[in-house]
T-cell receptor
Framework: DTGVSQDPRHKITKRGQNVTFRCDPI?????LYWYRQTLGQGPEFLTY????????KSRLLSDRFSAERPKGSFSTLEIQRTEQGDSAMYLC????????????FGSGTRLTVV | AQTVTQSQPEMSVQEAETVTLSCTYD???????LFWYKQPPSRQMILVIR??????QNATENRFSVNFQKAAKSFSLKISDSQLGDTAMYFC??????????????FGKGTLLTVNP
């Protein structure tokens, strides 16, 4: 297990289409986070899972966004009816319960909505 | 709510020189962690150094050290003997200790550091 994997690395989609991103955390990490990073900004929190339970969602996560983490393993983030404002880097991170002060980040999925 | 401010959008330094990146934060929490993350171009974000607020001693990791001033809510990063590979965006981040929503990190807007040969 070499780290947090995200797929795809890049996604270009037309406005109005649905997209889904996948994150595979480090296997022994029970906590998983999604962040969004727009150009010139720091990452902003979207949502957080502990095992399979989604414990918190940011107000940034509109009704068009949904995230799941079935069986507490990988996670998916789906955006429905994409808008140009959704263009951003979507970062996934994970952490272990006993060392949760630091995250391990994935390389991110860069979404471009045209 | 916590806020993290990085007042230097861009900085540059000559190879082998020392540079200091600034970060201030605002919080009503007494116990928390502070972090510096490095994000090289088109590469993943990695943790550079972290500081627990209850520790008075400043954290160090090889060429990286911090100056943590809790009363001033200041957390600067010093990079000694700068190397070309240090070129990256640097983010300061804050997280309260404890459970619940305290697991999420609050980031500053970042400082783009360029190390020149």
């Amino acid at each position: 297990d070499t780290g947090v994997s995200q797929d795809p690395r890049h996604k270009i989609t037309k406005r109005g289409q649905n997209v889904t991103f996948r994150c595979d955390p480090i296997s022994e990490h029970n906590r998983l986070y999604w962040y969004r990073q727009t150009l010139g900004q720091g990452p902003e929190f979207l949502t957080y899972f502990q095992n399979e339970a989604q414990l918190e969602k940011s107000r940034l996560l509109s009704d068009r966004f949904s995230a799941e983490r079935p069986k507490g393993s990988f996670s998916t983030l789906e955006i429905q009816r994409t808008e140009q404002g959704d263009s951003a880097m979507y970062l996934c991170a994970s952490s272990a319960w006993d060392r949760d002060y630091g995250y391990t980040f994935g390389s991110g999925t860069r979404l471009t909505v045209v | 709510a916590q806020t993290v401010t990085q007042s230097q959008p861009e900085m540059s330094v000559q190879e082998a020189e020392t540079v200091t990146l600034s970060c201030t934060y605002d919080t009503s929490e007494n116990n928390y962690y502070l972090f510096w993350y490095k994000q090289p171009p088109s590469r993943q974000m990695i943790l550079v150094i972290r500081q627990e607020a209850y520790k008075q001693q400043n954290a160090t990791e090889n060429r990286f050290s911090v100056n943590f001033q809790k009363a001033a809510k200041s957390f600067s990063l010093k990079i000694s003997d700068s190397q070309l590979g240090d070129t990256a965006m640097y983010f300061c981040a804050f997280r309260p200790t404890g459970g619940g929503s305290n697991y999420k990190l609050t980031f500053g807007k970042g400082t783009l550091l360029t190390v020149n040969p």
